[in-house]
């Protein structure tokens, strides 16, 4: 087990009905005026969003409102965000939805006492410093902002999707009522459902050899996640499905399942390869969800990669789907690559079971498209990137081009 630093601070309050302690849990850290950061209007719909003001009234404490974070947060939302805070002289944030509003909560958070312009931060040309606290009232399981010290933004002007990392910015406090996600739609409850596994394998797929809790924790996660994934999918209220899926996606990004598997202590476990790969194509093309996107990218990357380390491919196969190689296959390499070829497959059903798509032909994406994304990559990644197998632009471009 390699030396590892696990920090995640937040108080996670996990409960039904637990949205309307939104109010009293943030009176209790303090805070007198918060900027309520949501989306694009679910809140509204759901009645969400009514239930969270009234408890920050009952509990004396004074809110302005910033909506409208869209899927895949650009920077420009993020600016004029920050310019309200500014104005209201907020003394917290209260991002109210998933990943794209809480993360644009989290630009806010930093981006308010910098005086220069926020994207600094994700051009690398500043780094974190003092942040404005942050708490979540999470609505949608997926990419494990909640807990995580991970902030994502676009800047379309510049076709680019970046993120920052720092312990700093993550939440205080995570409001988690699973009763908030009956709501979701089918592709949603499924994109999210896909990120949470990416998140899991990103770091079980890390280049460090077996660790065995937390290879225990990673799996675990994954199977709860297949188990869980039909019971929604059938019956949107199933409490117990939706509240497993929940937790498994804080677990599933807060760095508990990659725990003793980084290179070293002061950075996330994982190469992110995926991830870099999904971010061009979410960044490019700004209306594909982050979890679609993996849904193809995770096991195109997967199966470009893993003759680099059988060995992790075949624990992966065995507990997470029960495959062993059939002993009786000569020779033992074509076994080998039998069993992981059919976790791979198993894993990319699995995500078109939900709903998820298998290729990137099914975004309308094509190979003229893959050049702008290699641009980006390079620039944004550099050459080669990556844990489990460095990954050079051929490597990124063959693996794009395997999955059109
Ligand atoms: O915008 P609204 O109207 O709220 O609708 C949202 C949105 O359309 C809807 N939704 C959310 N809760 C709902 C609901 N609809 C009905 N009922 C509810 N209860 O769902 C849609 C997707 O929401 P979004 O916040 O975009 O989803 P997600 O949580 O998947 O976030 C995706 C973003 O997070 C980034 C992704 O790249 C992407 O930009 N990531 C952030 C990470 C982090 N900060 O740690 C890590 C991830 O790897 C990821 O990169
Ligand atoms: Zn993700």
Redesign the pocket.
Known sequence: MNDFIYHSPTKFVFGRGFVDRAGSEMAQLGFAKVLVV??????IR?G?LARVLASLDSAGIEYVEAGG?????EVSFVRDAIALARKSEVDAILAV???????AA?AVSFGMPYEGDVWDFFAHKQPIGECLPLAVVL??P????EG?G???I?NDAEHR?L?VSGDVFRPRLAIMDPE??F???PY?TA??IT?MI??VCERYFSGVGAVPLTDSIACSIIRTLIDAAPKVLDNPKDYDARANIMWAGTLA?NDLAGCGRSLSPAVRAGGWES?ALE?EL?AHHTEI???AGLAVLLPAWMRHVWRNDPQRFLSFANDVFGIEPADDCEPHDEAVCDAVTAAIDELREFFVSMGMPSRLADFGIESHDIDPMLKTLLLNKGEPFGAFMPLTMDDARAIYESAL
């Open positions: 949501y989306g694009q209007g679910s809140v759901t969400t974070a869209r899927p895949n947060p939805g998933g990943g794209s509003t809480i993360d989290k609505t949608i997926a990419a494990g902002s995580s991970s902030c994502v676009s999707k993120g908030l996600t709501t979701l739609p949603q994109a999210g990120d990416a998140h990004h991830h971010h979410s969800a982050h979890g």
